[in-house]
C-alpha cells in the first residue's frame, strides 16, 4: 500500500512560481507511474500532468503545457510539480497519485489516466491559491 503526502501549497500571485512536492511511502516508487491532478472549487477533479515509472514520458494537460513541468526523484520517492505563469484558474487543491500500468503502452495508459484518472493511489491534496 503506498502513502502519499503532498506538500508546498500556498498562495501565489498571478504570474508567479511554486513548487509541489509529493513523498511516497509503503511500496516500491519506480515501479508506478505518477500523477497530479487538481479540483478547482466547485469544479470536478481534473488531470494535469504525468510521469512515468522511469521518468522519461510525460504527459499534461493542455492548459498547463510549457508552464508546469513534472519530474521525479526514484531515489528519494519524491514526485515534484513545477508550477510557473501560474494564473488565477490554477488556484485548485493538488493531488498526487500512483498507478500501475499493468503492460499497457506509455500512449495507451497515459490517454486512459488523462480521460478517467485510473490511479490505485491517492495523497490528500494541498491548496495553491493564486491571487493577487
Known amino acids: 500500500q503506498l502513502q502519499l503526502v503532498e506538500s508546498g501549497g500556498g498562495l501565489v500571485q498571478p504570474g508567479r512560481s511554486l513548487g509541489l512536492s509529493c513523498v511516497a511511502s509503503?511500496?516500491?516508487?519506480?515501479?508506478?507511474?505518477m500523477g497530479w491532478f487538481r479540483q478547482a472549487p466547485g469544479k470536478e477533479r481534473e488531470f494535469v500532468g504525468l510521469?512515468?515509472?522511469?521518468?522519461?514520458?510525460?504527459k499534461y494537460t493542455d492548459s498547463v503545457k510549457g508552464r508546469f513541468t513534472i519530474f521525479r526523484d526514484n531515489a528519494k520517492n519524491t514526485l515534484y510539480l513545477q508550477m510557473t505563469f501560474l494564473k488565477p484558474e490554477d488556484t485548485a487543491v493538488y493531488y498526487c497519485a500512483a498507478g500501475e500500468t499493468n503492460g499497457r503502452t506509455w500512449y495507451s495508459y497515459s490517454n486512459r489516466v488523462a480521460s478517467n484518472a485510473d490511479m490505485d493511489f491517492w495523497g490528500k491534496g494541498t491548496l495553491v491559491t493564486v491571487s493577487s
Open positions: 509503503g511500496g516500491s516508487f519506480r515501479q508506478y507511474a
Open positions: 510521469i512515468s515509472g522511469g521518468g522519461g514520458n510525460t
